[in-house]
Antibody, heavy 119, light 109 residues
Framework: QLQLQESGPGLVKPSETLSLTCTVS??????????WGWIRQSPATGLEWIGS???????YYSPSLKRRVTISLDTSKNHFSLQLTSVTAADTAIYYC?????????????WGQGLLVTV | QSALTQPPSASGSPGQSVSISCTGT?????????VSWYQQHPGKAPKLIIY???KRPSGVPDRFSGSKSANTASLTVSGLQVEDEADYFC?????????FGGGTKLTVL
């Protein structure tokens, strides 16, 4: 059974870089059928798609965040990562990693449990 | 691009049907048949219940159905059950983005 697990610091200082990792078990990040994505949720902004990366390595980012976001894939460790630079209090949120089928953009069928990050 | 518009709340009694709307624009909901719906219980991650407007992932009861007309998508929950009480979010592909709705809290009276 596919499982995703977010990890990283729960507290980040303003202006610093938020770095999170999503470890995938019960499946592989290699393969051309899926996107691996990051979504965040806060009371202020609700659910917000941050970006996605398929096995090919091409990245897709939210236009509102693209200047600050980097998503990468490490097939040797079967995980993918998020970096968000120059964080402010507005970046405080629960960060989820998720998998989505490439044939259905926006449809994330497996999610991690979420990680609260406070700035 | 703004978030999609959903009513903040909806309610129904057990056994009844309730529909939740999700309004966007021709650049998102109206432009693609790529609307998905998520159910979220308190403290849990969202769960995909509808994708591609009206398709259900394996294991999702057929009480949940989706549709779309022009720039508005809808989720209908038929035969309401107590466990359906949750927050529901829509999401639409928008070319270079994936937009979420603000969420609708469904109360089963």
């Amino acid at each position: 059974q596919l499982q995703l697990q977010e990890s990283g610091p729960g507290l980040v200082k303003p202006s610093e870089t938020l770095s999170l990792t999503c470890t995938v078990s019960g499946g592989s990040v290699s393969g051309y059928s899926f996107y691996w994505g990051w979504i965040r949720q806060s009371p202020a902004t609700g659910l917000e798609w941050i970006g996605s990366i398929p096995y090919s390595g091409t990245t897709y980012y939210s236009p509102s965040l693209k200047r600050r976001v980097t998503i990468s894939l490490d097939t040797s460790k079967n995980h993918f990562s998020l970096q968000l630079t120059s964080v402010t209090a507005a970046d405080t949120a629960i960060y989820y990693c998720a998998r989505g089928p490439k044939v259905a953009p926006g449809a994330f069928d497996h999610w991690g449990q979420g990680l609260l990050v406070t700035v | 691009q703004s978030a999609l518009t959903q009513p903040p709340s909806a309610s129904g009694s057990p056994g009844q049907s309730v529909s939740i709307s999700c309004t966007g624009t021709s650049s998102d909901v109206g432009g693609y048949d790529l609307v998905s719906w998520y159910q979220q219980h308190p403290g849990k991650a969202p769960k995909l219940i509808i994708y591609d407007v009206n398709k259900r992932p394996s294991g999702v009861p057929d009480r949940f159905s989706g549709s779309k007309s022009a720039n508005t998508a809808s989720l209908t929950v038929s035969g309401l059950q107590v466990e359906d009480e949750a927050d529901y979010f829509c999401c639409s592909f928008a070319g270079n983005n994936n937009l979420f709705g603000g969420g609708t809290k469904l109360t089963v009276l």
